[in-house]
């Protein structure tokens, strides 16, 4: 019989993040990647999954749940305001509203605040 140690990995966003020090503990992992992925910090930590050789651990990142589906859906309702009001809205904004809206329906409440603002932001300027 052999002891094997599994090894740690981190997943964010879909990336697949390296165990930085394997002594850290897990809110000192989220907290070195912080660096890189500053909304990380408020991030929740799933897991461990094993897989194969590894434990692997997921950051969530923590987004406000209540009136969650209102916000996106109402988001969405003003992205696609943005986007009738032509070609007085700027190509670049266009085509970030457009990302913006196939995040907001591929997934469950994946817009942070901050971008909330903005789409209302655009929607006073180009659609109020």
Do not use: W
Not at 29 to 41: G, K, M, Q, S
Request: a negative charge; aromatic letters at 8%; charged letters at 20%.
């Amino acid at each position: 019989m052999q002891i094997e140690t599994l090894a740690r990995e981190f997943v964010y966003n879909g990336a697949r993040l390296t165990d930085p020090a394997p002594n850290f503990s897990l809110q000192q992992v989220r907290d070195f990647y912080a660096n890189t992925y500053p909304e990380i910090v408020n991030a929740e930590i799933e897991g461990p999954e094993v897989k194969g050789n590894r434990n692997v651990y997921t950051f969530r990142r923590a987004v406000g749940t209540k009136g969650c589906t209102d916000q996106v859906l109402g988001a969405r309702a003003q992205i696609e305001s943005v986007l009738a009001a032509g070609s007085i809205v700027p190509q670049p904004i266009r085509a970030y509203l457009d990302e913006l809206d196939q995040i907001a329906s591929a997934h469950v409440c994946p817009l942070l605040d901050e971008e909330i603002a903005f789409i209302k932001a655009l929607h006073a300027r180009y659609a109020g």
